[in-house]
Nanobody, 117 residues
């Protein structure tokens, strides 16, 4: 059973920064890892992903502002979020990807990010 625990969310003013962390049970050094978010009334969307080799990919709305990274020794994936905007407000989740393009069925409880204007 995969367990994922996200942390680091909070309330921040527009233009501020937050760093999210996600600790996964077990070793997932060979898996891609992803950060997703779900805003009220909207579908969950992929924000960023990172391959086992460190290749990264971002949704257009966060390019240049967010950075995904991973520490395989700590089974942890991070999301550094800078220049936050009110539209970034959402619950953020991490995922151990089934493949580069497909998420797995394992989700943590998420961490709330609220950006005030």
């Amino acid at each position: 059973q995969v367990q994922l625990v996200e942390s680091g969310g909070g309330l921040v003013q527009a233009g501020g920064s937050l760093r999210l962390s996600c600790v996964a049970s077990g070793s997932f050094s060979s898996n891609a890892l992803g950060w997703y978010r779900q805003a009220p009334g909207k579908q969950r969307e992929l924000v960023a992903r990172i391959s086992s080799g460190g290749i990264t990919n971002y949704t257009d709305s966060v390019k240049g502002r967010f950075t995904i990274s991973r520490d395989n020794a700590k089974n942890t994936v991070y999301l550094q979020m800078n220049s936050l905007k009110p539209e970034d407000t959402a619950v953020y989740y991490c995922n151990v990807q089934r493949s580069w393009f497909i998420s797995s069925d394992y989700w943590g409880q998420g961490t709330q990010v609220t950006v005030s204007s």
